[in-house]
């Protein structure tokens, strides 16, 4: 069975820096493409960056292109989010799963960014 286990998240000041980590295990990880979706409270679940499985092709939703770097090291089955000039509307649990999503979800990160 695929696990999920996210970390990495806190409270930080607006301007601030996070890496959001996530370990995948149970599954043949480097195999495939893999993403960072957040939500914020109130609102869908969003893609807000992805990995193809070599890392070769790497997209980002508008918000955090620029701010946000994704990255992954497949010998360690490991999915990073470095996310950088964080914003008060970044505020949100991330979440990393395949793209496509598998059914099942780890609990997330919760990344908080308040002054």
């Known amino acids: 069975q695929v696990q999920l286990v996210e970390s990495g998240g806190g409270l930080v000041q607006p301007g601030g820096s996070l890496r959001l980590s996530c370990v995948v295990s149970g599954t043949f990880f480097s195999i495939y493409t893999m993403g960072w979706h957040r939500q914020a409270p109130g609102k869908q679940r969003e893609l807000v960056a992805s990995i193809t499985n070599g890392g070769r092709t790497i997209k980002y939703v508008d918000s955090v292109k620029g701010r946000f770097t994704i990255s992954r090291d497949n010998a360690k089955n490991t999915v990073y989010l470095q996310m950088n000039s964080l914003k008060l509307e970044d505020t949100a649990v991330y979440y990393c799963?395949?793209?496509?999503?598998?059914?099942?979800w780890g609990q997330g990160t919760q990344v908080t960014v308040s002054s």
């Open positions: 799963n395949r793209i496509p999503n598998w059914e099942y």
